[in-house]
């Protein structure tokens, strides 16, 4: 066995920004930095899963009819299907630990044995961190990773151990989950990690990849993983960790930016011809992993929305999306053919199934009616419906408050729908999602709804809703 240390990996580079290490990792907090007994932690940031439905609930009484309409949705609309319950939820708020547990490089090693996993037992110790790249059977290099007091690491994935601190489960193409423990989940047990600066601004990094109960990233001998020109090493994980950070911020002005690859050590890079290739895409040296408020993170299967404090300043509170939901109540909206009224449901009662007094849309059109069992159009599918007003042919379904106030950019009121899944949110918000493409598979795009992750269809994936007021 061949040991080689290598000091210099420690000092300060693009490529080795600081790494996270464990939650429960044997380091020491720095004096002075430590959140005295009930001071309000410092929050980092909010990390948001998009949206996921599940088929269930109750068929109303007009959906038991011959014609029917689509069945109601528990969805990561607000909360998790089954509930937020510990580290398993649907958002998760980032703050400043108790103790700092951050990681970074320190030494690399030149292994060459063909007991490469005994040889690396040896050379780190028990609760020692360290990213192990497998060359070949006979060569491996083991970089050790020491504590760093000026950091906190969060890990996300698919492992319910207790190193990891956001619980991520698949969401299934066009807005279904997973059935059961027997479906194949692409999402990593240890997909990726987050570091934050325990000081001001608090700038929080992203990296590929997390570190198991062992302390230990392993990259096999089939991962994507090669030598840098100062001679460190970086690589990938099998599927990916993608991140895009929108132009112009997450604001009424925000556009879709370009999806991007990270690495194991943070670099970025241009995307693989396809998510499992072990060719690499090229360095993009005048981007970085710090994330920024709507930076979208994909790990292959989910989704998720950074939002920074700040930017959550500017969206729109609870209080505020319950205020528009009786506003838009108060104005009386009608059918324009069965002249009923109609009104949203507050979000207390859950979503079941549609109410009777539930406003459905015509998703071609945008006009909105009560829900009614004419107008079917069985050649065109079992939900095409004729709009009795414009006699445009399309999806017709209940509208649905969007409820997780961090997927919107502006407190706008809610005047669009997503087609064809009817969640009603503003037209800042609206055009802003159908507008980007969430990775979908080894290679394709997709817009969806944020809230519940339905891919949109029709020709700008949202509609402007058309209410007629009250005759009187």
């Given amino acids: 066995m061949v040991l080689e240390g290598n000091p210099e990996v420690g000092a300060p580079r693009t490529s080795d920004l600081q790494h996270p290490g464990n939650k429960g990792s044997c380091v020491l907090s720095s004096p002075g930095e430590d959140a005295q007994p009930g001071e309000e932690p410092i929050k980092y940031g909010e990390l948001i899963v998009l949206g996921c439905c599940e088929e269930g609930g109750e068929e109303t009484e007009a959906q038991r009819g011959e014609v029917t309409g689509p069945r109601a949705h528990s969805c990561y609309n607000g909360c998790l299907a089954s509930g937020d319950k510990g580290r398993r939820r649907s958002r998760l708020a980032l703050s400043r630990r108790p103790h700092a547990n951050g990681v ?3 030494v690399m090693h030149h292994i060459s044995t063909p007991l490469i996993s005994k040889a690396s037992d040896q050379t780190c110790l028990p609760c020692q961190h360290s990213i192990s790249y497998t060359l070949s059977r006979s060569h491996s290099v083991i970089v050790e990773y020491t504590h760093d007091s000026d950091t906190d690491m969060f890990q996300i994935g698919r492992s319910t151990e207790n190193m990891i601190d956001f619980v991520v489960t698949d969401t299934s193409p066009g807005g279904g989950a997973a059935d059961g423990p027997s479906a194949q989940s692409t999402i990593s047990r240890y997909a990726c990690r987050i570091l934050c600066d325990r000081r001001p601004p608090y700038t929080a990094r992203i990296y590929a990849a ?31 960790v993608l991140v895009m950070h929108p132009a112009g911020g997450f604001s009424e002005d925000s556009a879709p930016g370009v999806w991007r690859e990270i690495s194991v050590c943070g670099n970025v890079y241009t995307l693989r011809d396809s998510r499992s290739a072990q060719q690499r895409g090229k360095l993009v040296e005048n981007e970085s992993n710090v994330l920024q408020d709507g930076s979208l993170i994909d790990l292959c299967g989910a989704t998720l929305l950074w939002r920074t404090p700040a930017g959550l300043l500017r969206a729109p509170t609870l209080k505020q999306l319950e205020a528009q939901r009786q506003e838009a109540n108060a104005a009386r909206p009608q059918c324009p053919v069965g002249l009923s009224t109609l009104a949203f449901p507050s979000p207390a009662r859950g979503r079941t199934a549609p109410d009777k007094q539930q406003p459905w849309v015509y998703v071609r ?16 599918g079992p939900q095409e419906r004729e709009c009795p007003l414009c006699r ?60 519940c992750g339905a891919w949109l269809t029709g020709e700008h994936g949202c509609v402007r809703l058309i209410f007629q007021g009250p005759l009187d």
């Fill in 210 to 240: 997390g570190f198991d109960a062992s302390s230990n990233i392993f990259l096999g001998e089939r991962a994507a993983k090669w030598r840098t020109p100062d001679g460190l090493m970086d690589g990938l994980t099998t599927n990916g």
């Fill in 104 to 106: 970074k490089p320190d």
């Fill in 365 to 380: 059109c945008g006009h909105v009616h009560g829900y009614h069992g004419w107008g079917c159009r069985r050649e065109r």
């Fill in 392 to 451: 445009l042919v399309g999806p017709y379904v209940p509208l649905w408050l969007g409820q997780e106030a961090g997927l919107c950019l502006d407190p706008g009121p809610p005047s669009h729908a997503f087609a064809p899944c009817g969640h009603v949110c503003s037209e800042k918000t609206a055009r802003y999602w159908a507008q980007t493409p969430l990775p979908h598979g080894t290679h394709a795009f997709h817009a969806a709804c944020p809230f």
